[in-house]
């Protein structure tokens, strides 16, 4: 069993290595995608290998819904036949020896750095403070809870990064499909109840298992995605729904920002939850930054601001 | 015994998705290439239902939840986004402008 182990580890890490290898410097753009696309599904098996399921529903969320639909849409956008790119100029060797140099020198530091971590890390002190959080599942404590400053500032991130998208220009509207599309509709009819019903479900895990409202908030807004390929949601593109718009993706923030605030004036700690209010305000604030970054994710697929 | 099996059923598949790299590499459109990635995804559902029975974590089956949805989504986004007409070109297909 053991030996069976070390080659299945064995494999995925050769595969891990050749697709990362594909994806950099295969010539073809769309096969570049394609691996690492790939990749990213090689990955979550290695976070599950490590024993990190939590990390590795985030990457399954994260990687194969929307970064592989952002890639594959960007793609469709590009001109065919334009340079590739993996043919550097003379002059720019120098460069390019001196980047994977430096890259290779940050790699060994960052695995030094990593070697010098004290092992096992802080697992028994967030177990030993976990009747003080409200929840029952150590990730989505240090989550919301303990480093729930951390959260936030990630939410204000991507709240930057659909201003920034969306200051682009108005949104982009697709080619036409080189094929008729028949199932089109009936495949998104079919997956809409299952894209609500799953992350309600992850949702509702969080409190107590591997969940919680980042990869439910990705599931959501990869079934966001599916409704904008499909044509299904042009109220987003409607001028007076602007306003709502806006208020729907910083709704997530707010209502983080007043837990903290609340926090503030009840025990005089930023961030500071009181514990008997804990359970509620942490499912509250997963819901809404859940619909939030479910929000944020169709907004960055929109690939410009809509409404003008 | 059983888990045994599974470990090896799992490794196997594993394999699978090596042989479904190669046809990415191969090509020789872009339809093979996005199929061959649709097969790794049922190759890694696959080994994620077979690992979450033998380690016993019931949250590996809701990462298999999630890539079998996520494949959908990505799938129709091949279809109506990338596999497209573009403008500059309206003869020639994306697949034999892209590869």
């Known amino acids: 069993m053991r030996l069976l182990a070390w080659g299945f580890d064995l494999l995925l890490a050769a595969g891990l290595l050749w697709l990362a290898w594909q994806a950099l410097f295969t010539p073809r753009r769309f096969s570049a995608v394609v691996n690492f696309m790939a990749f990213y599904l090689l990955m979550a098996l290695v976070w599950v290998r490590l024993d990190a399921p939590d990390i590795a529903l985030a990457e399954a969320a994260i990687g194969a819904g929307v970064t592989g639909a952002l890639l594959l849409t960007a793609l469709g956008r590009l001109p065919a036949g334009t340079s590739t790119g993996a043919d550097p100029r003379r002059w720019q060797r120098p460069l390019q020896i001196l980047a994977m140099a430096g890259a290779a020198m940050a790699a060994l530091w960052l695995a030094w750095a990593a070697y010098q971590l004290p092992r096992p890390g802080l697992a028994a002190e967030v177990t030993a403070a976990l009747d003080a959080t409200g929840v029952s599942h150590g990730v989505t404590a240090v989550l919301l809870n303990l480093r729930a400053f951390d959260t936030f500032l990630e939410i204000v991130i991507m709240l930057a990064a659909v201003v920034l998208v969306w200051s682009l220009g108005p949104p982009l509207r697709a080619f036409a499909p080189a094929t008729a599309l028949p199932g089109l509709p009936a495949l998104s009819h079919l997956l809409h109840p299952l894209f609500l019903l799953v992350p309600a479900y992850l949702l509702w895990r969080g409190t107590h298992a591997p969940g919680g409202a980042f990869p439910a908030g990705a599931v959501m807004g990869a079934g966001g995605v599916l409704l904008l390929l499909t044509d299904a949601a042009p109220w987003i593109y409607l001028r007076r729904h602007r306003l709502l718009l806006h208020l729907l993706l910083s709704s997530g923030m707010a209502l983080f920002l007043a837990v903290a605030l609340g926090g503030m004036l009840m025990t005089g700690t930023f961030f500071a939850i009181p514990l008997h209010l804990a359970p509620t305000l942490i499912m509250a604030v997963e819901v809404a930054t859940g619909l939030s970054i479910a929000l944020m994710l169709m907004a960055f697929y929109l690939l410009g601001e809509p409404g003008q | ?99």
């Open chain 2, 1 to 99: 015994m059983t888990n045994y099996l599974y470990a090896v059923g799992a490794a196997l598949l594993l394999a699978n998705a090596g042989v479904g790299a190669w046809r990415i590499l191969r090509g020789p459109t872009s339809a093979d290439r996005m199929l061959a990635a649709e097969m790794i995804t049922t190759s890694a559902i696959a080994v994620l239902l077979l690992l979450s029975i033998i380690s016993d974590q019931s949250a590996l089956v809701d990462v298999a939840l999630l890539f079998a949805l996520l494949a959908a989504v990505a799938m129709a986004n091949f279809v109506t986004r990338t596999w497209t007409l573009l403008r500059d070109d309206k003869d020639t297909r994306e697949e034999a402008g892209h590869d």
